[in-house]
């Protein structure tokens, strides 16, 4: 299944997964929830997105959804393990912070497994494995009816001409389209706070045309974070206080396995259900709705915020989203655990020329 595998390929964006205690963290206005990409380290590329959503807020972070992102675990594993771990991470701040808007973003598998959380999961992926049914979550209770905005870009299951489509992309299945109607139906009722962003030459939603740039799929966040950002405020009703300035962390996107290898490592087989295990958020008495606190070795975090009113000369956002292919600072967080980020550029420009050579291939 060489096709398959190499599709599997273009998907492994970074060699990274760890494995860190989610901790709790006060409740903030804004809050994001992010499924990560294949093989993407926490937070992966959405990083930028949070920081261009975050900035001119003053209560505003994200928790990362908890699953292996690895390219050498079955994908239907994954997938169905991100989806559980989005009910209960959403379930779970839903009821501890109600006050909180909660947006929910995935990208590539991790779009999948949002558009799963939304219209249920299940069905057929990579290398002909199963992924187990999963329920629609229900918009009319909680946590579903506090979604104030949803966004995916390059979904593997993008399907075409959806009412919540978006980019000239929309009318392209993606590589595993959803034919379940009860599915479609169920995504159909979150398309007020929904956008499912796919541009044409990605061939991960736009499906493996002769015009399939790898590069598409990787740069979304790079182009697209403030246009994004943009939408996400204006359909969650979210203003800007121009006396917050949002001081982002440089996220490293993730360093780059040999794609030469992947196939060797791309592995079929059955699902084990229900076999995620979601760390338990333990809040104790931590106060609601403190501001700057962050845990450096946790998945979550908060974005500290920083008034400017001791700070002369800085604009309502001096500070740039971290680009995907800017060369990383390592941060504080330490949360991603990457070694030798100065090489992740390379390793970058690496992935794509490689990658493009495979849509080649294939197409
Ligand atoms: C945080 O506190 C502010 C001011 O006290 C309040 O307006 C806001 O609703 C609170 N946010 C949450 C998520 O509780
Ligand atoms: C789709 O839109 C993107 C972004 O504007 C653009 O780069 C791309 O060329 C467009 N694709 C086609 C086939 O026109
Ligand atoms: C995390 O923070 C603690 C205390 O603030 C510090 O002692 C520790 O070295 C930090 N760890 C990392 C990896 O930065
Ligand atoms: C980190 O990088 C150094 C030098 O580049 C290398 O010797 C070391 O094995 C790497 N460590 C890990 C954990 O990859
Ligand atoms: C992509 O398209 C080409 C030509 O149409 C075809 O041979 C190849 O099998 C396709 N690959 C996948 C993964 O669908």
Not at 221 to 228: D, K, L
Not at 277 to 295: I, W
Request: with cysteine.
């Amino acid at each position: 299944m060489v096709s398959t595998s190499a599709i599997f390929a273009i998907l492994s964006l970074s060699l990274a997964s760890f494995t860190q205690a989610q901790t709790c963290t006060p409740c903030e206005d804004v809050h994001f929830f992010l499924a990560r990409g294949n093989n993407e380290p926490y937070p992966g590329r959405q990083g930028d997105l949070v920081a261009a959503t975050c900035d001119g807020l003053s209560s505003c972070g994200y928790e990362n959804l908890i699953y292996s992102a690895l390219f050498t675990d079955l994908s239907c594993q994954t997938t169905y393990d991100g989806v559980l771990a989005g009910f209960k991470q959403l379930t779970s701040y839903a009821e501890r912070c109600p006050k909180s808007k909660l947006i929910l973003a995935g990208y590539s598998q991790g779009g999948q497994i949002v558009a799963d959380i939304l219209g249920g999961g299940g069905g057929v992926s990579f290398n002909g494995c199963i992924q187990p049914s999963t329920p629609a979550l229900d918009p009319t209770t909680s946590p579903g009816n506090r979604l104030s905005a949803v966004i995916i870009f390059g979904n593997t299951r993008h399907t075409a001409n959806q009412p919540y489509n978006f980019g000239n992309g929309s009318s392209f299945d993606g590589l595993f389209p959803r034919t379940d109607a009860a599915m479609l139906t169920a995504l159909d009722k979150y398309t007020p706070v929904l956008r499912d962003w796919c541009l044409e030459p990605d061939p991960i939603c736009a499906g493996n045309k002769s015009d399939a740039l790898v590069s598409t799929h990787l740069g979304y966040y790079q182009h697209y974070s403030n246009e994004a950002a943009d939408w996400i405020k204006s359909v969650a009703g979210l203003k800007d206080k121009s006396d917050h300035q949002t001081v982002i962390p440089t996220y490293v996107s993730g360093t780059v396995q040999d794609y030469a290898t992947v196939a060797n490592f791309t592995p079929s087989g059955s699902v084990i259900p229900a076999a995620t295990t979601v760390p338990v958020v333990e809040c104790g008495d931590l106060p609601a709705n403190s501001t700057s606190t962050s845990s450096n070795l946790s998945t979550s975090r908060s974005v500290t915020t920083a008034s400017s009113t001791a700070a002369p000369s800085t604009t309502s956002s001096s500070v740039l989203p971290a680009s995907t292919t800017a060369a990383p600072t390592s941060s504080a967080t330490g949360a991603t655990g990457s070694n030798g980020s100065s090489t992740s550029y390379a390793a970058n420009m690496g992935l794509v020329v490689f990658l493009t050579l495979l849509v080649s291939i294939l197409a």
